[in-house]
């Protein structure tokens, strides 16, 4: 969908070389635009209704009480003074697109016209799409680095040697049951949260399933792709992204936020009035995506070893802290009906061998304990990056963060991801998170050495040298 502002007189070629010019950058044809949408005080301005008669597309106006509602990237006291919102061609294109929508790139300026594109984002783009092949810096994918440890890998390599056997999940279901003090019964072992997402969207036919966003994508794919039609409740940059539970239709029968949540590193609380307790109730399910919990100090506000909340379901990784993105191992933790529910969705032996291996050794103490010397440590790096960060008034850090990443708006981002691959570091884009847009990225937090070198490098690529 494309949005267009335009002042008095503008003509319907200077619309449309603004509109080709967007287009091609943002790899799209003519043919692709659907709509053009404006504020109601410019719709009849003769330029914009022929530019649209030209492409052949409809020119739908908004009044400016629905503009001045939505979250502009770019706002304009120009805009605002003249139409009573602060931005109409990123506004008009978000509203033409739908809830969810995205710039698919920033907004572009003519002298007498403002064009946005909007759309769905790409819920299948994940940050390894950064790196692969390449020999760049990994700021783009939240894996912690020097893992997996040697000891794990030692204990890895003797599993092999037991592979003619058909894998045993029992042992690591025992394990991650001790280890968050529940019994085997409400525990699942994954290969991966991603399988673990796909079998709750195969498993259950909820009527109305919400998902908080902006998150992890693979949730919202892994429902569509089992034929549910979903729901987003978008959370807000201006509220630093805080979950408010009252969004949440009261008619959800299936939700999911993701705590610490990728890629905002907002950590939620467990309980009070904005906790995320206060979404289960009978009758809905409440999917909690703690991936990143491990990395936060003392765990806090888990909902893991939860038993007394109706309908909760928290899913977990061994990936990020782990290194372990290659093995695939996850879990569930559930009312033993609903663990019941999502193993009668799982194929025969799931997991393999070494990753029911994985699964017990990272659950041992001396792995708990190196885990929490790790999240503290993460803790002080992440401290380092957001004060290197400060230094640049043009980037905006979202704030407290509590995951081993970190997101930041900033103008022109996306040539600016390019100018830092150019001087080795990878970052991942931001546009592919529902809410978001293409002035957002998500940085990994490193060592305070890999940090100042990142920092150094930002500072030429903002500058364009």
């Keep these: 969908m494309a949005g267009v502002g335009a002042r008095a007189g503008v003509s319907a070629a200077e619309v449309l070389a603004l509109l080709r010019e967007t287009l091609a950058e943002a790899g799209l044809r003519p043919d692709a635009v659907t709509l053009l949408a ?3 005080a410019k719709a009849d301005e003769a330029g914009l209704g022929a530019a649209a008669a030209r492409l052949g597309v409809p020119l739908v106006a908004y009044p400016a009480r629905e503009l001045a509602a939505v979250d502009v990237e770019h706002p304009s006291g120009a805009a605002l003074a003249t139409v009573g919102a602060a931005g109409v061609a990123e506004a008009a294109a978000l509203l033409a697109a739908g809830p969810g929508a995205t710039l698919l790139v920033p907004k572009r300026r003519a002298p007498r016209v403002t064009v946005a594109l909007a759309g769905e984002p ?5 940050g390894d799409a950064e790196i692969r092949g390449s020999d760049l810096t990994d700021l783009a994918v939240n894996v912690r680095a020097g893992t997996p440890p040697g000891w794990l890998r030692e204990r890895l390599a003797a599993s092999l040697t037991t592979l003619a056997a058909y894998p045993d999940g029992g042992p690591a279901r025992e394990a991650v049951a001790r280890r968050h003090g529940l019994p085997t019964a409400r525990v699942l072992l994954t290969a991966g949260a991603a399988e673990a997402f796909t079998l709750i ?3 259950f036919a909820p009527r109305r399933p919400v998902v908080v966003h902006p998150q992890f994508t693979e949730v919202e794919a892994a429902l ?3 034929g549910h039609r979903v729901d987003r409740v978008l959370l807000r940059a201006a509220e630093g992204f805080r979950l408010r539970p009252g969004a949440v239709p009261e008619d959800a029968d299936l939700v999911v936020v993701g705590n610490p949540t990728n890629p905002t590193s907002v950590l939620h609380p467990a309980d009070g009035p904005a906790g995320l307790a206060a979404l289960a109730r009978p009758g809905r ?4 995506d703690e991936a990143f919990i491990d990395a936060v100090p003392g765990e806090r506000h888990s909902l893991a070893g939860r038993t007394d909340l109706p309908g909760l379901v928290v899913v977990r990784s061994l990936t990020k802290t782990w290194g372990l993105a290659g093995l695939r191992v996850g879990y569930v933790l559930a009312g033993p009906e609903r663990i019941a529910e999502l193993a009668r969705a799982q194929p025969p032996w799931p997991v393999s061998t070494p990753a029911l291996t994985a699964a ?9 304990a190196e885990a929490a010397r790790a999240a503290e440590r993460g803790a002080a790096d992440r401290e380092v990056l957001l004060e290197r960060l400060a230094r640049f008034p043009q980037i905006t850090v979202t704030t407290p963060a509590a995951g081993p990443f970190l997101l930041v708006r900033l103008a022109g981002a996306a040539a600016i991801r390019e100018r830092l691959r150019g001087r080795g570091f990878a970052l991942r884009r931001g546009d592919t998170f529902p809410g978001l847009g293409a002035d957002w990225l998500r940085i990994t937090v490193r060592d305070p050495e890999t940090t100042d070198r990142f920092a150094a490098a930002l500072a030429h690529a903002l500058t364009g040298r």
């Design 38 to 40: 404006t504020a109601e």
């Design 122 to 126: 790409d819920l299948r783009h994940h």
């Design 201 to 203: 969207a195969r498993a």
């Design 224 to 226: 569509r792709d089992a």
């Design 285 to 288: 399910l409440l999917v909690v």
């Design 360 to 368: 017990v050794a990272c659950c041992e103490p001396r792995a708990l």
